[in-house]
């Protein structure tokens, strides 16, 4: 109960000032009762079979502020945690999609982190996922609820579970050293930068890392985005091309991973949104992570790149690839075909 009133004190104390501007699908619903809601939730939590529809209709259609203030209330009625309730009450991937949107996007996106260092073994594919495509503002904001969650430090955790190259360009961008934009165009440190790629990867035998490392991490969006250009009149190979020729593995998944979120972030996620509903099935923890992480955020504009890329839209494929609760959540949250 302390942290969700601690939490409704910080709603009115958060600015927008600096933000990027978001393309969310979902947005907070006027006339809100967060009373009724919970009162609602309550009820289908108790009836016979649990009636996940109702929770569904709420919980996918009020804004991450919104259910906080619903929580606050179910905790009143209730008398218990309202994610321990739902955790009881449902379960699959289903379950996974209402828990998660339990928590703020950085809440989720440092829970998702620390699933991916838990135990044997680390879930490179999402650690890269999530640290390669969230800009300054979010992994800062990340890096903070970390600590607050788990009492750790979000460095150390990722330098204990990884390795060589791979874990110094990760903990590179996890300390945030990135420039912040600049409305002046530096045209001399564009070309240094692009001969220094060149002649740190293709020109070479070998690559140095070090070199591609501090530019992709230190450097700011637009002046990158500029630097690549700029490669090719250096390089016959685009930047992409030549990340594959130099790197492997996860550091060249990584690289990869970055220049695609430099180039067009939106369109990384309908690519990955993509490749998860390939074939039979879908990989329900990348398609829920994605729209549950990005729905507040720019889902929207995912699903336009989506359509733009694949010919069918965000909604069919997830209608074709998923059943049940889940594909009602998930519908939801896509808020509408296109």
Same mark, same amino acid.
């Given at each position: ?24 699908? %979902? ?29 569904? /209709? ?72 999530? *640290? ?46 990135? /420039? ?5 165009? =530096? ?7 692009? !001969? ?5 990867? %293709?020109? !070479? ?21 500029? *630097? ?9 190979? =685009? ?47 990348? %398609? ?9 955020? =720019? ?18 494929? *997830? ?20």
């Amino acid at each position: 109960m302390a942290l969700v009133a601690e939490y409704l004190k910080q709603l009115t104390l958060t600015h927008t000032g600096g933000k990027e501007p978001t393309f969310p699908t %979902v947005r907070p619903i006027k006339d809100f009762d967060p009373s009724r809601d919970a009162a609602r939730i309550e009820t289908a939590i108790k009836t016979k079979g649990v009636d996940e529809q109702t929770i569904i /209709d709420i919980l996918t259609r009020r804004s991450c502020d919104q259910r906080t203030y619903i929580a606050f209330e179910y905790e009143k009625i209730a008398k218990k945690d309202m994610a321990t309730a739902l955790k009881g009450a449902l379960s699959g991937s289903v379950e996974a999609v209402m828990l998660g949107l339990m928590k703020t996007p950085a809440e989720y996106d440092a829970s998702e982190l620390k699933g991916s260092m838990k135990g044997l073994g680390t879930d490179e594919e999402t650690l890269i996922e999530i *640290v390669c495509s969230r800009s300054t503002q979010e992994l800062a904001e990340i890096k903070k609820v970390y600590r607050e969650m788990f009492k750790k430090e979000l460095e150390k955790d990722v330098a204990g579970d990884t390795s060589g190259d791979f874990a110094k360009l990760l903990m590179a961008l996890v300390q945030i050293k990135r /420039d912040e934009p600049s409305n002046v165009v =530096d045209y001399d440190q564009i070309d240094h930068d692009a !001969r220094a790629l060149y002649e740190a990867g %293709v020109k !070479r035998k070998g690559t140095d890392v070090v070199t591609w490392i501090t530019i992709m991490s230190e450097r700011s969006v637009p002046h990158l985005q500029k *630097v690549f250009d700029r490669y090719t009149s250096y390089s016959p190979y =685009d930047i992409k091309e030549s990340i594959r020729k130099e790197v492997k593995g996860d550091l060249e998944k990584s690289f990869l991973t970055l220049v695609e979120c430099f180039e067009n972030r939106q369109l990384y996620f309908a690519s990955r949104l993509s490749e998860a509903m390939k074939g039979k099935g879908a990989k329900d923890k990348v %398609v829920t992570r994605i729209i549950v992480s990005r729905c507040e955020v =720019d889902l929207m504009k995912i699903r336009s790149e989506f359509k733009k890329q694949n010919g069918m839209s965000l909604y069919h494929t *997830v209608s074709d690839h998923t059943k049940g609760d889940y594909q009602k959540a998930l519908l939801s949250l896509i808020g509408g075909d296109d």
